[in-house]
């Protein structure tokens, strides 16, 4: 099936069009798509188009404006149009075509968002974290945001290749190495084998403040691995498995899965090229016996004049840049991608300007373009919980099983309340279910790059923008059609006549939903379209009330159970793209 144009694509269009007719053709060559007016009573979408030509010509935009507009052919999803203001050109829809548009979008495989990257691979770099620890709530945000990127991407018909560049290497297993060889417990490690490594990591810790000769032992130890001793490689790799099988249980419990898994150590082999290069093209220096990359004074990026890059440190050992390098050449050659997502906190930036800047210079330095690729390092901000919000084990760190674990217990009691009737094996299954989005959406909701601060109480609101709410508000949907005993699937919708300004508000935040899906993908911005479906559920709850959808007779008015599929289907497009799958029943 072809793609379903979304109403801000078409609207455009048709302005354009016009404004050709009009003898302004090759005037502007952007065209910026129409938006939602913020006020119905200027109609439903409008376009500044004229605005910009009447700019880009010196005349009077208005005067444009009346021109496109006598040029403007009859549309059927157009009811009126009116010239407004400086040159805005306003739109008054027809309800009863953009339910039949909506229609149409959600029955197409593609739920009617523009397929943007149909041609394009991008790489998405998240969650990554560090093994031989468990995952603790630091490495949730990079795992939440990222996936919600990667199901974004999807949606907009990217091929995404999500990569969980975990940190496999290092001085870590030096130190591991040693307590391993002290202290194992080896019932313990039996019984719970990741909780026995963190056991003697964090032993270490304690032994060598005691005792300094240990940490040469574990430099040693560290040494050896990276000679190739095999003993020691023995060790690493098992140390590798253990984290990784502890990490894909909180992976499949939040509905996260990686295309590849290519850590750091997957590198090794090319550093020390990586380094050769960078000092023969003059780009990287020596410097008391390492090697670094020194950003002059006047480079064109501020944030990184007068910073060294370390790439390779005195005793030979590279760095977590040098690293960056090798991959970022590495994914050029295995994906041609069109865009790189670095998925980090905010701490990174600097690391990662650094790294795209000093792979810039290398790659022209080389006559190669840097053109075909975007870099993006998508940071996002700090997660933080209240004050005795959780009882915390020993240490202050929060692991992530034990804040998923909370949430689902918050979320039981909450649907304990709410949903009474239904029988517990079922409640159970909600409360993982609510639990686990509840804790993605509050994570998704804001602003990436905010603080994000949990408050249990907010997050499972049953009438906040939440997943609760959201979840209850699809259930509803679902519940109606149930009630009335249709099928969904086989349903006409095409019968969905809005006339009640209630419905008509509904069934135009319906038709915008592709958009926003669209716009959220590029901004890296998940929280718009949770702001969306948090406007859509208020706009479905004020419908409901204003208008009957089961008559007294227990008979459905068709043209409003239509609009109720519809916006199910919307909340189950929706919910996916953000991780959270839609239950039937709550
Ligand atoms: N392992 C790193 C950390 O825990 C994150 C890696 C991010 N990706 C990258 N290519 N540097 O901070």
Sequence with gaps: MSQVPTLAALLSQLVVDAADRAGHAGVLDTVEPATPTNNPKFGDYQSNHAFRLGKALRTNPRKVAETVKSELTDHPLVDRIDVAGPGFINFHLNPTAVAAHVALQTASSTAGIPQAGANHTVVIDYSSPNVAKRMHIGHMRSTIIGNAFHRLYEACGWTVVADNHIGDWGTQFGKLIVSWHK??????????????????????GTWAEEDPSLADAARAETAKLQAGDEDNTRLWKTFIEISLREFES????????????????????????VVDSLLDAGIAIEDD????????EDHPVRAVRNRKLVIRKSDGAFLYGTTDLATLEYRLKEWSPREIVYVTDGRQQLHFTQVFEAWKTWRTSRGLSTDDVALRHSWFGTLKLPQGSMSTRKGNVIRLVDLLDEAVSRSRAVIDAKSSDLPDHERAAIAEAVGIGSVRYADL???????????????????????????????RCFSILRKVGVDASTLDLSVAAPEHPRERELVLALARFPEVVAIARQSHRPNLLCDH??????????????????????????????????????FRSGLSVLGIPVLERM
Excluded at 289 to 296: G, M, N, R, T
């Design 183 to 204: 202290d194992l417990d080896k019932e313990r490690f039996a019984a719970d084998p990741i909780a026995e490594l963190e056991r003697l990591y964090v032993a270490f």
């Design 250 to 273: 909180v992976y499949q419990r939040l509905g996260v899965e990686f295309d590849v898994t290519l850590g750091e150590s997957f590198y090794n082999d090319a550093l020390p090229g």
């Design 289 to 296: 016996s390492a090697v670094i990359i020194d950003f002059p």
């Design 445 to 475: 909701s804001q602003n990436p790059q905010s603080d994000v601060i949990f408050d249990w109480d907010r997050m499972l609101s049953l009438d906040g923008n939440t997943a609760v709410f959201l979840l209850y508000s699809a259930a």
């Design 533 to 570: 479906l948090f406007e859509t559920a208020q706009r479905l709850n004020r419908f409901y009330a204003a208008c009957r959808v089961i008559q007294k007779d227990g008979i459905a008015d068709p043209s409003r159970l239509a609009l109720v599929a519809l916006t199910g289907r919307v």
